[in-house]
């Protein structure tokens, strides 16, 4: 690519920042990022947590033991991503956590033609298994789905009856950026399109806001309509997430509410 992935330019925010994000508005636990030794990491929001790898370049099931340790005693499984996918959605994220059961170690997508390991859900008590691949350099995602038990499934499987197919049609949510002519294609698309309100003195200060904009994060949807992300406002996402993280990242089907936060405003 040339440079860090992790760094890379989103819609004012970046690669890494947009992906944490997102999966932080799909899961109710702890958001880790497993880093390498030595790696410069861009901001992240205050919550996600950073752990680091023991050793670099073996591939991701390193990657995966370091972020299972760090999660053992807080988390029954942990969706695993990389860092390239920033049209990944919640909702990808949440059917895929939902696969798993009491027959399922893993949740394996198998999307865009290939299986996604890196957009896969891991039992946390997968990590002795992990750990003694590594010990026997068996380092590909592949010698582990031969002993454990693997659920995999198949776009229409993880299209059906939720709203991902509405969100998410073509499984975007996997779609990875591998060269720079992918990065420069997917910047250049579009944000995603947002609803948006507003309420109280926001609504008479702005009135003539538009239904909807493109907007890849909070802050971008606040100046697309005219309103400062201050301390005087707070948004309410979907109507339940209270933000007012300018790099809190949107998604296709958002709905974003901005109220005045002063009392009687």
Not at 87 to 95: A, D, G, N, T
Not at 127 to 134: D, F, I, Q
Not at 156 to 163: R, V
Not at 228 to 246: F, W, Y
Request: overall charge negative; charged content about 25%.
């Amino acid at each position: 690519m040339g440079s860090p992935k992790a760094a890379l330019e989103w819609h004012g925010s970046t690669l890494l920042r947009r992906v944490t994000g997102i999966a932080a508005r799909a899961v109710d636990g702890p958001v880790v990022v497993v880093k390498a030794p030595g790696q410069d990491l861009p901001g992240l929001a205050p919550e996600v947590e950073i752990a680091e790898d023991p050793v670099e370049g073996r591939g991701p099931l390193q990657g995966l033991a370091a972020g299972l340790q760090a999660l053992e005693g807080r988390a029954d499984a942990a969706f695993l991503s990389s860092t390239d996918v920033p049209l990944l959605h919640p909702r990808f994220v949440v059917r895929v956590l939902a696969a798993l059961d009491d027959e399922t170690d893993v949740a394996l997508p198998i999307a865009r033609g290939y299986p996604q390991p890196l957009a896969a859900a891991y039992r946390i008590s997968l990590r002795p298994l992990v750990e003694a691949l590594l010990a026997e350099n068996q380092l590909k995602p592949a010698f582990l789905f031969e002993q454990c038990r693997v659920k995999r499934l198949g776009e229409d499987e993880l299209l059906q009856g939720n709203k991902l197919a509405t969100m998410d049609p073509a499984l975007e949510s996997v779609l990875n950026l591998n060269e720079p002519a992918d990065y420069e294609a997917a910047r250049a698309r579009s944000a995603p399109l947002i609803r948006v309100q507003r309420f109280g003195a926001l609504r008479r200060a702005v009135p003539d806001c538009p239904p909807e904009v493109h907007a890849a994060t909070l802050g971008a949807a606040a100046r697309q309509i005219g309103i400062e992300l201050d301390d005087h406002v707070v948004a309410a996402l979907n109507g339940d997430q209270i933000s007012r993280d300018p790099e809190l990242p949107l998604v296709a089907g958002d709905l974003v509410a901005f109220l005045a936060a002063d009392a009687g405003g």
